[in-house]
């Protein structure tokens, strides 16, 4: 592992830390899980054996921090009733009576190489940015920390349903945004006319 390790690790602190708020809405425990995370990759730096980059390698590691701390916190904590009146009829305007998508999604190109380009994953954060909290919170539950839906309903006091409904409309949020503003502006990909 090179001598910079440290400063890469501290570059990656900031975005390391506004993903644990998310998660953990609570700036003393984000700053602890980021901290304990970021010694755990310099106790052991020969782990990380350059497979990924070192911010995949870093996140990763975080991921199950967190995990551990929202288990930890016994599951009593309550959040705000999301108020989803003021967004029904936008998303009610993207399906047909019959229940299917008014347009179908565009071209995205191949999933598996633009999730290797550093950009997606900036533009990816600014997206979930814009999602109300408690929805970018539960897709990111579900989607990174993959949790199973019944341990974010007893964490976040949801029912079933209002969990589907919150990861549904973060899905359609997550695809526009990335539609306009990632898979839009790519080359080769035609934008619908």
């Known amino acids: 592992m090179s001598d910079n390790l440290p400063r890469q690790l501290e570059a990656l602190r900031p975005v390391l830390l506004r993903f644990a708020m998310l998660q953990l809405r609570n700036d003393a425990q984000a700053e602890d899980v980021v901290q304990d995370t970021l010694i755990a990759v310099l106790e052991k730096p020969d782990r990380f054996a350059g497979q990924s980059s070192l911010r995949t390698y870093v996140t990763a590691i975080m991921k199950y ?7 930890a916190a016994g599951r009593t904590r309550q959040i705000e009733a999301y108020d989803d009146q003021s967004e029904a009829d936008a998303i009610d305007a993207l399906f047909a009576a019959d229940g299917h998508t ?27 940015e814009k999602l109300p909290p408690k929805t970018a919170r539960v897709f990111m ?16 006091g949801l029912s079933t349903s209002n969990a589907w409904v919150i990861l549904f409309r973060a899905r359609v949020r997550l ?19």
């Open 65 to 71: 921090k967190i995990i551990d701390v929202l288990r």
């Open 102 to 128: 008014v347009s179908q999604p565009r071209e995205w190109g191949n999933p598996a190489a633009t999730l290797e380009q550093k950009d997606f994953f900036r533009v990816m954060e600014l997206c979930l």
């Open 141 to 156: 539950m579900r989607e990174w920390l993959e949790f199973e839906t019944e341990e974010i309903c007893k964490e976040l």
């Open 175 to 193: 695809r526009e945004c990335l539609e306009l503003n990632w898979f839009g502006n790519q080359p080769g990909v035609p934008r619908p006319g």
